[in-house]
């Protein structure tokens, strides 16, 4: 029985929304080895420049890309004409911008703008793009009728935090809820398109990630919420190198649902119920 890899990139262009950081730097790097055409999006220059100077030096196949643009992915008109001025539309979307650093807290010590922009770093900015990439995957051109083209992937990135409720994560485990409902109702959306190439939906939840965004979070973030996820003293975490290859790893098993670590897929398991999967 051979292994099939429901994630095969090299030659494929992929998207990473928030790629120039933590997490989405790491799944871009790691693409970028598996032989894949990455464009990173971000806002600040700086460190967009920086990781595509850090993608050069992964590639792996005479003739591969990478790339990196400016975009703000919750100004909805700048997304929609990034995404209409490509010449394809890419073969996978991987939507990782958001955190909370600076909405950390309980629901009555944190400021009423900290529930709007929490709900607009992590959920808007992942679903504005996730929808201009659909719209422009169910409009097929000639070309990609004519040739057999390989299912597309749509990749979102939620967090323990959507499965589990910590004090502390008021503004922010909503907004991971909400991406995980529009996972589940996309997963069952692009059923409806027969005619053009499958689509592919997948959410993961990762635990903690030692990033930058973690360690500024981790200054305002309450003590029992420490103590309930864990992460007194900084610990518990995983490195975003480790959670970026389990991540690739669910994708290339065709996993909808990933879970980078084994507390999460219990809490999964427990929420799914004794039902069959
Ligand atoms: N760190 C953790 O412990 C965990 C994180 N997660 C989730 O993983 C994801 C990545 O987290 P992490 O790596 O820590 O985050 P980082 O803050 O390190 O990186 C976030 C990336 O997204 C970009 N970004 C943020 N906002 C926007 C925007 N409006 N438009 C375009 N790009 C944007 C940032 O660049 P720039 O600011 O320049 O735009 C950066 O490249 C998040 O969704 C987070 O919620 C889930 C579980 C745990
Ligand atoms: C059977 C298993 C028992 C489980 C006990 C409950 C454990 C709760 C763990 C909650 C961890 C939440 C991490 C979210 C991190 C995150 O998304 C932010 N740091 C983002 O920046």
Redesign the pocket.
């Known amino acids: 029985m051979g292994f099939t890899n429901h994630f095969d990139a090299r030659g494929k262009s992929v998207i990473v929304a928030?790629?120039?950081?933590?997490?989405?730097?790491e799944l871009a790097l790691q693409l970028v080895a598996r032989g894949a055409d990455v464009t990173v999006?971000?806002?600040?220059l700086p460190?967009l420049k920086e990781t595509k100077r850090l993608m050069e030096q992964h590639l792996l196949v005479p003739g591969q890309t990478v790339d990196c643009q400016s975009?703000?992915?919750?100004d909805k008109a700048a997304v929609v004409e990034y995404i209409s001025s490509l010449d394809e539309p890419p073969w996978a979307l991987v939507c990782?911008?958001?955190?909370?650093a600076e909405e950390i807290g309980f629901l009555a010590d944190i400021s009423p703008d900290a529930i709007s922009s929490c709900m607009t770093?992590?959920y808007v900015?992942s679903a504005y793009i996730a929808q201009a990439v659909l719209k422009r995957w169910v409009t097929p051109t000639s070309e990609q009728k004519s040739n057999r083209v390989d299912s597309r992937h749509l990749v979102f990135?939620a967090?323990?935090a959507a499965l589990v409720s910590v004090p502390g994560y008021a503004a922010y485990a909503p907004t991971k809820a909400a991406i995980r409902s529009l996972a589940d109702i996309l997963r069952q959306e692009v059923l409806m398109y027969q005619s053009v190439p499958p689509i592919k939906v997948h959410c993961s939840f990762?635990?903690?990630?030692y990033?930058?965004?973690?360690f500024q979070e981790q200054q305002a973030k309450p003590h029992l919420c420490k103590q309930i996820e864990g992460t007194l003293d900084d610990k518990g975490?995983m490195t975003?190198k480790e959670v970026a290859r389990l991540t690739l790893q669910g994708l290339d098993r065709g996993q909808f649902f990933i879970t980078p670590d084994f507390q999460t897929r219990l809490l999964l398991n427990n929420m799914r119920g004794p039902s069959p999967q």
């Open positions: 928030g790629g120039s950081k933590g997490l989405g730097q999006l971000a806002r600040s460190s975009l703000d992915l919750t990782v911008a958001g955190g909370t770093k992590n900015s990135t967090s323990t990762p635990g903690t990630i990033t930058e965004s973690f975490g975003a």
